[in-house]
């Protein structure tokens, strides 16, 4: 599904991702560990498109397709969802209306029917339940006076009523108790399905104990210096990164990836 | 401190202004005496003191000359007739439920006015001409308030050559349920000069009732409206106070609210502005008795072309008054938007509790805004705040937009409808509401957010169809 491809990418002219490979396939989940500063969020935010980010090298192949040349809106359109480290506030413009804007706007560009408001409530209801949030929020601006939790499965909402097929979780787990982590962690199992793959980048195992990925991937110094199963994680939390990125060490070879 | 003896207004009168300036106020025989001599003190005090130019500190930002070429008054005496290009249906629709007055270049249109079934009790609502007729102790009392000076011109203007309007009055304790609704036309008509609607609202203690003005013009021809509504509430009164204006984009709309507050009354008033050239809403209120609670708020849309100013007095001139601003500006193309907002506390109005807040949006590199929130405090133990910001949009909330699937301009569109909705929450949730958001978005407010690029506005199903939204 995804193909990330000796990455250069940079930030105010300082190069953060230094050649940056990845391979995700269909229905897989990939952790993406490493300490801070590493680049985690600039992989996000690159396959996202967010605007200062600058790809200064390398490709990201999304279904065959170039990710790189394709605006914000249009990844998304072809089902790429980012969930964003610090959600944005958006005074005015309730929660229930963006989602819906949102939807509609995926659903226009893929030449579906706009989904009315009833269906979109009832849609929505059933979503918010699964993360377990209030539907007060929903009537509340977008995050505005939104806790950290909140905001958090504002995102996981998003992304169950968006229904991504290849889902960018970055560090959505941060900050959150045992019970917020559970709910995101339930909304992003409840997408798994042959067709769908995530991205989950995260500082913690806790998140990955719920989520049991299909490969874990370290990334220091803007590469990924290392992949292996679930249990590099477990390992990781026992050493630190501290063993994975000495001196002269070889990123070891990402896996194949399922074939489309 | 009584309407009537009110001390010297705290905006400077004009004074070096260009070229003597002759005002017709021709004696009019049917009207009393006393407003015979009001006319011609205020079209003497025009004579006197010209015309503002921006060297008048309050018109630093707005130009009238255009307006000037307009003649300045229709002659005092002359049919409706002249307006039948204009029907019902070009009027807002659905009415509000209550009375409705047209009022056409400055003329009450019978033909177009209804009362909305019975009137409220206590209520009474009558043409401006018919009640100059007859000797009204209360529109004497409004001629009054300005006996020690005006402003500026236009308002003595008014004073001076207002032909028609509306005199509403609520009997003590009167409770209006359906909003009273005054729809002010302007259309093209031969000899049509500037036109001086004024309403007079005269509240009895504990009246309440709900007032709604629009404006509105035709498309073409330049048209002057310089409208005055002078509100006076009684002890207790409450007015919910609306103002629509939707004025054609070649027309001058100057309009003016001027209120005095007694003991515990309120006033709450809106002002959505999104037409004409120029449109200047000049709001002037009293807080003249202990307990009185006034609420302002306002949005301008001001797009390519157009200018829009807000001037706004609050005088705290009694103990333990509430004062509430919020007025919001969106500004793209190379249009221009003014908040001029000035708080004055007299001496001894200790308590007051004065709040302004003015925040602007500027949707392109042309767009300009001026914003001056003042306060001038004289009295003790007072809690004034105010503050004022201009900004663009949220590049964060973009992004997190797009990323959504939103196109840009459509992102665009509702970062700005998320700005505007603060103020237009504040028109309740009814049929006023509802004449608000369209108004809104006849001027464009969804596709507001498209003029990133300097572009014109353009209307929200073209922001939506542009592809990719770059």
């Given at each position: 599904m995804l193909v990330v491809d000796d990455l250069h990418a940079s930030i105010g002219g300082t190069e953060i991702l230094h050649g940056l490979s990845l391979e995700i396939g269909d229905g897989e989940i990939h952790a993406v560990m490493g300490p801070n500063g590493s680049g985690k969020s600039t992989l996000a935010h690159v396959l996202a498109g967010r605007d200062p980010y600058q790809v200064t090298a390398g490709r990201v192949l999304y279904d065959g397709a170039d990710l790189l040349a394709m605006t914000p809106e249009e990844r998304a359109a072809a089902g790429v969802f980012l969930g964003f480290q610090h959600p944005v506030e958006i005074p005015g413009v309730p929660t229930m209306y963006f989602l819906r804007t949102a939807l509609n706007?995926?659903?226009?560009?893929?030449?579906?029917?706009?989904?009315?408001?009833?269906?979109?409530?009832?849609?929505?209801?059933?979503k918010r339940r699964l993360v377990d949030m209030d539907r007060s929020l929903l009537d509340r601006a977008v995050n505005d006076g939104f806790s950290g939790g909140e905001r958090k499965r504002n995102e996981i909402l998003q992304m169950l009523v968006l229904e991504p097929r290849l889902a960018v979780l970055d560090e959505t787990d941060s900050g959150?108790?045992?019970?917020?982590?559970?709910?995101?962690?339930?909304?992003?199992?409840?997408?798994?399905?042959?067709?769908?793959?995530?991205?989950?980048?995260?500082?913690?195992?806790?998140?990955l104990d719920h989520l049991v990925p299909d490969q874990v991937h370290v990334l220091a110094g803007g590469r990924i210096v290392r992949s292996g199963g679930a249990d590099l994680a477990a390992e990781l939390e026992a050493h630190g990164y501290a063993g994975v990125h000495e001196p002269g060490a070889e990123p070891h070879p990402v896996s194949t990836a399922t074939a489309r | 401190m009584t309407a009537t003896s009110r001390s010297v207004p705290a905006r400077t009168p004009p004074?070096?202004?260009?070229?003597?300036?002759?005002?017709?106020?021709?004696?009019?025989?049917?009207?009393?005496?006393?407003?015979?001599?009001?006319?011609?003190?205020?079209?003497?005090?025009?004579?006197?003191?010209?015309?503002?130019?921006?060297?008048?500190?309050?018109?630093?930002?707005?130009?009238?000359?255009?307006?000037?070429a307009v003649p300045l008054a229709a002659p005092p005496q002359g049919a409706v007739g002249d307006v039948d290009t204009l029907a019902l249906a070009d009027l807002p629709t659905p009415p509000l439920g209550g009375v409705r007055v047209v009022v056409v270049n400055g003329r009450v249109a019978a033909g177009l006015s209804s009362t909305g079934g019975a009137l409220a009790p206590g209520m009474r609502v009558e043409p401006l001409a018919d009640a100059l007729h007859k000797s009204q102790g209360s529109l004497e009392q409004a001629w009054g308030w300005h006996a020690d000076g005006y402003a500026h011109a236009l308002r003595a203007l008014n004073d001076a050559a207002t032909l028609d309007g509306?005199?509403?009055?609520?009997?003590?304790?009167?409770?209006?349920?359906?909003?009273?609704?005054?729809?002010?036309?302007?259309?093209?008509?031969?000899?049509?000069?500037?036109?001086?609607?004024?309403?007079?609202?005269?509240?009895?203690?504990?009246?309440?009732a709900t007032l709604v003005e629009t404006y509105l013009s035709g498309p073409s021809g330049s048209s002057v409206t310089n409208a005055v509504t002078q509100v006076h509430l009684?002890?207790?009164?409450?007015?919910?106070?609306?103002?629509?204006?939707?004025?054609?984009?070649?027309?001058?709309?100057?309009?003016?609210?001027?209120?005095?507050?007694?003991?515990g009354s309120r006033l709450s008033s809106r002002l959505l502005a999104t037409g004409g050239r120029v449109g200047r809403h000049e709001v002037d209120v009293v807080l003249?008795?202990?307990?009185?609670?006034?609420?302002?708020?306002?949005?301008?849309?001001?797009?390519?072309?157009?200018?829009?100013?807000?001037?706004?007095?609050?005088?705290?001139?009694?103990?333990?008054?509430?004062?509430?601003?919020?007025?919001?500006?969106?500004?793209?193309?190379?249009?221009?938007?003014?908040?001029?907002?000035?708080?004055?506390?007299?001496?001894?109005?200790?308590?007051t509790d004065a709040a302004q807040v003015n925040k602007n949006?500027?949707?392109?590199?042309?767009?300009?805004?001026?914003?001056?929130?003042?306060?001038?405090?004289?009295?003790?133990?007072?809690?004034?705040?105010?503050?004022?910001?201009?900004?663009?949009l949220d590049p964060d909330a973009l992004f997190y937009l797009r990323s959504r699937g939103v196109s840009?301009?459509?992102?665009?569109?509702?970062?700005?409808?998320?700005?505007?909705?603060?103020?237009?929450?504040?028109?309740?949730?009814?049929?006023?509401?509802?004449r608000a958001e369209e108004l809104a978005m006849a001027a464009g407010l969804l596709a507001l957010g498209e003029d990133g690029h300097g572009d014109d506005a353009v209307t929200a199903g073209l922001a939506r169809a542009r592809p990719g939204g770059r």
């Open positions: 706007a995926l659903r226009r560009a893929r030449h579906h029917e706009e989904l009315g408001p009833v269906e979109f409530l009832a849609l929505v209801d059933a959150l108790d045992i019970d917020a982590l559970r709910v995101v962690a339930a909304g992003v199992r409840s997408l798994r399905a042959p067709h769908r793959s995530a991205v989950v980048i995260t500082h913690h195992r806790r998140l | 004074s070096g202004t260009a070229g003597a300036v002759a005002v017709d106020a021709p004696d009019r025989p049917w009207e009393p005496r006393w407003l015979n001599v009001a006319r011609r003190r205020a079209a003497a005090w025009v004579e006197a003191h010209g015309f503002p130019t921006v060297k008048h500190e309050d018109w630093r930002y707005t130009k009238i000359d255009a307006a000037l509306v005199l509403i009055e609520l009997a003590a304790g009167a409770l209006v349920e359906d909003p009273i609704e005054i729809v002010y036309a302007s259309v093209p008509a031969p000899g049509a000069g500037w036109s001086h609607p004024r309403v007079v609202v005269v509240a009895g203690a504990g009246a309440r009684g002890q207790g009164a409450e007015l919910e106070h609306c103002v629509l204006q939707g004025a054609g984009m070649d027309s001058f709309c100057f309009s003016s609210l001027e209120a005095r507050l007694a003991r003249a008795d202990e307990g009185a609670e006034l609420s302002l708020d306002g949005l301008f849309l001001t797009g390519a072309g157009q200018h829009h100013d807000n001037p706004v007095l609050v005088d705290h001139a009694a103990p333990s008054c509430t004062s509430r601003q919020l007025y919001k500006g969106v500004v793209s193309g190379d249009g221009h938007g003014v908040f001029n907002g000035h708080i004055v506390v007299r001496p001894g109005a200790d308590g949006l500027l949707l392109s590199d042309r767009a300009e805004v001026d914003t001056r929130p003042r306060l001038e405090i004289n009295a003790d133990e007072v809690a004034c705040s105010h503050g004022a910001a201009v900004g663009q840009e301009g459509e992102a665009r569109a509702v970062l700005v409808s998320g700005f505007a909705r603060e103020v237009l929450d504040r028109f309740g949730r009814g049929s006023i509401r509802g």
